[in-house]
């Protein structure tokens, strides 16, 4: 018989900001990951007609319309490709928008995620940081299916797969720790401050043009490059093209500590979120 | 002087915070003197600047304590009604107990599952499927999915809600979402339950489901807690109730009590604006002889010693003297069936008052309320005002038209304004039942038996059911072929 103990004295932030709890709290809710996740993925296109095939369709359009103002209006191309070709243009400006977009879809639901789901704060007691991991299981699995549109077009126009690919994963590790500590971070600060939504939007929309989705950093005046730099996802955009299209291996060592940084930021994410959870059902 | 059959029940009243540790160990549930403040924030962004800021000396908000120095024991099996008016923090303390507010003190301690279904809706996301709901609920209480699929046949049929199962919960009456929602809830092997106020929303077949589901869980050793307004509810179902007033625990204690404890409460403002007369020179004018009432009072030794008896009273008036006779006067608890059964009560005032109004009420075992019956309802003529220190007579009788068993009887005085009383007759019940302010109550002050009588005539037993009621019967032959309830 398991036996809980609720008290007013308020748990120390330093309890939660051990990465060993967080990974077991995170196993024990995996069905309810699992069963979020899926509602996440079918809720979103649940009662339209064309259902999944939006899922193809907004990558899809986003990429021909990125790929005709920068390509075609702007004639931009990225130095050292292999061919001039506008549509090697658009697939390398689409890995780097797929891997920008979990980034964003995250930070986008963020704000209200907590509010918009009253009964699991004040009538049962939800894990409500499964709905942070849920969000982001979404976005990756639509960053899935995008990461199959672009690598079958690769593969049809330059007729190989790189091997390179393999270290896709870990180079997609501290994307996906950066929007899960943003999510837990930003849902939290949604409860109390209604603001967030909005701040979060034009952040994102900030970050959109800082992160190198449409230029080559090299591109960049190197007095500007500074802000480009820090940004946590200039290395995911840059290794997701160069694992994706063949390019050399990423700077392990810069990537280490890309994931350590990240890694820090979920901990302080899910720490901040644990410890104002407790005061969600005074205000929601 | 107390004589078998009739005695006051054991009570086991304590007062408000000061629960008993006694049995604590054994407790599922060990409540200690919790409280919740609230502070009342102008903007949402302040409740987060208290989190942060308050250890630096910085405070936000206005303070407000919804429920304060709250503590008691909920051993398996037990059931506890919270009553109290609205805003007085029941159903703070439920979500507290249940996990979903902090308290700003104390603290519970739970052993178990426990599942609660507070207020309307409980942990149902809005956009999911009845179904998707089941199952996360499941997965909420720590529940597999191989055991919430065992047990999901069961609650929709419980839930009666056929199809509308596979259709988001956002679409469903509010009937049916309680329906699922108390299914739920109880069907996922629960050690404690949490109810509040659900129960409401369910038509009567409903609510008479839930019960029955309640006593199997509480036969399985589940505690219930059960939060309601319907105050025959909390007698007939809960063992215990706790009282809570302002967030303070007024009471807690024996059901009945609690509840005549909440009428007390409840009446407070309304007894303050009642009329008092100062009473001239003389001490009662009244339309009774006062020999007339002496003629018909038993023997000293006929009363019963209710000096151990709780009366529940508003400080305006005690009872003094009580007494069950048969039709002889003989004084006695038990009672062939349609016997007459004589009730000799007196009250001291402790307050002038107007108009009073004495009654005997009866519950039979199970707590339901059969009968309540007083000198409003049987027009005595009374007093229009009566001094403090006069003492009030009461003869009563009752014939016990009842089925066989075991009763408990309690008597009260409540008082009417004069000018309420002179038009009592025109007042609907609504109107009438709010002036009325109870002044004195012994719930459960005695008990007694209704047996079988000892010859039949025509049968032994005369009618079936909780009550015998007026009426009669004519039986005779109809012509062939012609039938009376024949549509055709």
């Known amino acids: 018989m398991r036996t809980a103990l609720i008290t007013a004295s308020p748990d120390g932030v330093v309890r939660h900001l051990n990465p060993a709890a967080l990974i077991r709290n995170l196993w ?95 009538r049962v007691v939800f894990p409500l940081e499964v709905l942070a991991v849920s969000v982001l299981g979404s976005a990756l699995f639509h960053a899935a299916i995008s990461l199959t549109v672009l690598l079958a077009a690769n593969a049809v126009l330059t007729g190989r797969i790189e091997p390179s690919l393999v270290w896709l994963p870990l180079a997609a590790l501290p994307l996906v720790l950066l929007s899960l500590g943003l999510t837990w971070f930003l849902s939290s600060l949604g409860v109390f401050l209604r603001d967030v939504g909005y701040v979060v939007a034009l952040i994102v929309q900030v970050l959109f043009f800082v992160t190198p989705i449409f230029y080559p950093l090299e591109q960049v005046p190197s007095s500007l490059q500074t802000p480009i730099r820090i940004n946590p996802l200039t290395p995911v955009v840059q290794n997701f093209r160069r694992s994706i299209f063949g390019g050399a291996p990423p700077d392990w060592i810069e990537l280490l500590l ?12 899910y720490a901040w979120f644990m410890k104002t959870k407790k005061a969600f059902a005074d205000v929601v | 002087m107390t004589h078998s059959g009739v005695t006051a029940p054991a009570h086991d009243e304590t007062t408000a915070g000061s629960a008993s540790a006694s049995g604590s160990s054994a407790a599922l549930v060990s409540v200690r003197g919790i409280g919740k403040m609230y502070r009342i924030y102008d903007q949402p962004q302040d409740r987060l600047k208290q989190m942060l800021l308050h250890r630096f000396g910085r405070w936000y908000g206005r303070d407000f304590w919804a429920l304060r ?111 699922l929602a108390f299914a739920v809830t109880t069907s996922l092997s629960p050690d404690v339950l949490l109810v509040d106020e659900a129960l409401a929303v369910g038509d009567v077949f409903f609510r008479q489901k839930c019960y029955r589901r309640m006593t199997e869980l509480r ?136 108009v009073p109004i004495a009654g005997i009420v009866l519950q039979s075992d199970r707590g339901v309320l059969v009968h309540g019956k007083g000198t409003l309802e049987h027009g005595t003529s009374v007093p229009t005002e009566v001094a403090a220190g006069t003492r009030l007579r009461v003869a009563q009788s009752i014939r016990l038209d009842l089925a066989v068993g075991e009763y408990t009887f309690e008597v009260g005085l409540a008082t009417l304004a004069r000018e309420d009383y002179t038009r009592a007759g025109t007042l609907a019940y609504a109107d009438l039942a709010p002036r009325i302010v109870r002044l004195c109550h012994l719930p459960a002050v005695g008990r007694f038996t209704v047996v079988f009588r000892s010859q039949g005539q025509p049968v032994q037993l005369l009618h079936h059911g909780v009550a015998d009621l007026p009426g009669e019967s004519v039986m005779f032959l109809a012509a062939a072929r012609e039938s009376a309830g024949d549509p055709r």
């Open chain 2, 219 to 354: 036969a399985r050793g589940c505690a219930v807690v059960l939060v309601s307004h319907s105050m025959a509810d909390i007698e007939q179902f809960c063992d215990r109730a706790l009282l809570l007033d302002r967030g303070r625990a007024v009471f807690f204690g024996n059901a009945p009590q609690a509840v005549k404890h909440y009428y007390l409460v409840e009446q407070n403002e309304r007894a303050a604006n009642i009329p008092v007369t100062v009473p001239s020179d003389r001490p009662a004018r009244s339309s009774i002889a006062a020999e007339t009432t002496t003629a018909s009072w038993p023997a000293p030794d006929a009363f019963l010693d209710i000096s151990g008896a709780p009366q529940v009273s508003n400080g305006w008036a005690r009872c003094t003297a009580l007494a069950m006779c048969d039709a002889d006067n003989n004084p006695g608890g038990a009672f062939e069936q349609g016997a007459l059964a004589r009730f000799y009560y007196e009250f001291e005032l402790l307050h002038d008052i107007q």
């Open chain 1, 28 to 122: 024990q809710q995996r069905g309810l990951i699992g069963q979020f996740t899926r509602r996440e993925i079918e809720g979103r296109y649940r009662s339209s007609v064309l259902g999944f095939g939006w899922s193809f369709i907004t990558p899809l359009v986003l990429l021909l319309s990125y790929t005709f103002v920068f390509g075609v209006v702007f004639k931009a191309r990225w130095p050292g490709a292999r061919t001039e070709r506008l549509s090697e243009f658009g697939l390398v400006l689409f890995a780097g928008l797929i891997a920008f977009t979990v980034f964003s879809e995250c930070l986008q639901r963020a704000s209200g995620l907590i509010v918009g789901v009253p009964n699991y704060v004040k």
């Open chain 1, 258 to 269: 890309w994931i350590v940084a990240t890694g820090t930021i979920m901990m302080f994410g």
């Open chain 2, 69 to 179: 120095d709250v503590s008691f024991d909920l051993h398996p099996g037990e059931r506890i009604g919270v009553i109290g008016r609205n805003g007085s923090g029941k159903s703070t303390l439920l979500q507290i107990m249940a996990g979903t507010l902090a308290p700003t003190e104390g603290e519970v301690r739970l052993q178990g599952r426990v599942s609660a279904l507070l207020e309307l809706g409980s942990g149902f996301n809005p956009e999911f499927t009845g179904r998707e709901n089941v199952f996360i609920n499941g997965a909420i209480l720590g529940l597999s999915r191989q055991h919430v699929e065992e047990r999901f046949d069961e609650i929709a049929a419980f839930a009666e809600i056929g199809q509308f199962i596979d259709q988001p919960v956002k679409l469903y009456s509010s009937g049916m979402f309680v329906r």
